[in-house]
């Protein structure tokens, strides 16, 4: 008798069976398979591609150590690398970049959310996003043929005279360097802080402009002091998949940054970046430590990008999450 008390109550209930099989038959436990195996399928192609960076820079790791991210010599004939001059060169470009592509991406976020008619923001926003699919060499060939000629003849001397008590600007002007580097990277990731921006603003709810103008605020004052903190944490995520963007662009900053492994304080000076030098070198690496130093380059540029849209994506979450949220 305990025997068939068991078996009774180890057997599935009827209902569930009834109730899988109905799921089954209308495709719900199948879609949930597919896409399971979809979204397992991005994850797995992710860590594969860590692991066979890791993997295939060891001779690199080993040898090196920490010293490859603060060494300056980059010598592939005695076979001595270093990385700083490339993780220097990435970083500045950036930071030129940003501080440029902040302020005007934003401000042109708010007007085509806040103050622009909604014609003209759709309009311009269209454009804004085919500015966006443009390929980099694109940008790059541009930089060249008006953007380097203008820097070397007219901007950098300009600079030079005003500003040349400071270190940033001292130096002859080439045209080819870390400014023109960082300019071309501001105008490449200016469309996409300014549509993620305007998205985001567009997410704030109606009520707090409504709210704040009751009070007698103006329409600016109600958008800068209600609209644009409220989307704080979304305008921060734009900034930081620009941010992303520039830290791995190649062919445009290669075309242009001088491709000089060396650490200068000058902006007009020629410089590297991580992905120029793996860009330019690779297929040129002969020797195995080379190639696992040039790997070891993508590792840190590849967990660094990773890391930086992983925050966008949660702060730009966030503020979704806000927007629509009930009380």
């Known amino acids: 008798m305990a025997s068939t008390a068991v078996a009774v109550g180890g057997a599935p209930r009827p209902g569930r069976v009834r109730a899988f099989l109905l799921r089954l038959r209308?495709?719900?436990?199948?879609?949930?398979?597919?896409?399971?195996i979809f979204a397992s399928a991005i994850f797995l192609v992710t860590v594969?591609?860590?692991?066979?960076?890791?993997?295939n820079s060891a001779l690199a790791r080993e040898k090196f150590g920490w010293q490859f991210f603060y060494s300056r010599t980059w010598d592939p004939v005695f076979e001595q690398f270093g990385a700083l001059p490339f993780i220097f060169g990435t970083v500045v470009t950036s930071a030129v970049g940003l501080l440029m592509?902040?302020?005007?991406?934003?401000?042109?976020?708010?007007?085509?959310?806040?103050?622009?008619?909604?014609?003209?923001?759709?309009?311009?926003?269209?454009?804004?996003?085919?500015?966006?699919?443009?390929?980099?060499?694109i940008y790059g060939l541009l930089a060249i043929f008006t953007l380097v000629p203008l820097l070397r003849t007219t901007v950098q001397p300009f600079l030079k005279r005003t500003l040349g008590f400071l270190p940033l600007f001292q130096g002859p002007a080439y045209g080819v360097g870390l400014l023109?580097?960082?300019?071309i990277l501001a105008i490449m990731i200016v469309p996409f802080i300014v549509s993620i921006s305007r998205e985001v603003l567009l997410a704030v709810p109606v009520e707090q402009r409504e709210a704040a103008l009751a009070l007698g605020a103006t329409r600016w004052e109600s958008t800068w002091k209600v609209v644009v903190p409220y989307?704080?944490?979304?305008?921060?995520?734009?900034i930081f998949l620009a941010m992303a963007r520039a830290l791995g662009e190649t062919m445009a900053v290669t075309m242009v940054i001088g491709n000089d492994p060396k650490i200068s304080s000058s902006l007009f000076a020629p410089g590297y970046s991580i992905a120029a030098v793996i860009a330019n070198e690779f297929t040129e690496a002969t020797g195995d430590l080379y190639v696992h130093a040039l790997i070891e380059l993508g590792l840190v540029l590849f967990i660094l990008t990773i890391v930086l849209n992983g925050l966008a994506r949660l702060l730009i979450l966030a503020t979704h999450r806000k927007g629509t949220a009930h009380p």
């Open 26 to 36: 209308s495709g719900d436990e199948i879609a949930h398979l597919i896409t399971l």
């Open 48 to 55: 594969l591609l860590v692991f066979e960076l890791y993997r």
């Open 101 to 137: 592509a902040v302020p005007l991406g934003v401000g042109a976020a708010i007007f085509l959310a806040e103050m622009a008619p909604a014609r003209v923001s759709d309009a311009l926003t269209f454009v804004i996003e085919l500015l966006a699919a443009v390929p980099s060499v």
């Open 180 to 183: 023109a580097a960082g300019l």
């Open 231 to 238: 989307a704080r944490a979304g305008i921060l995520g734009s």
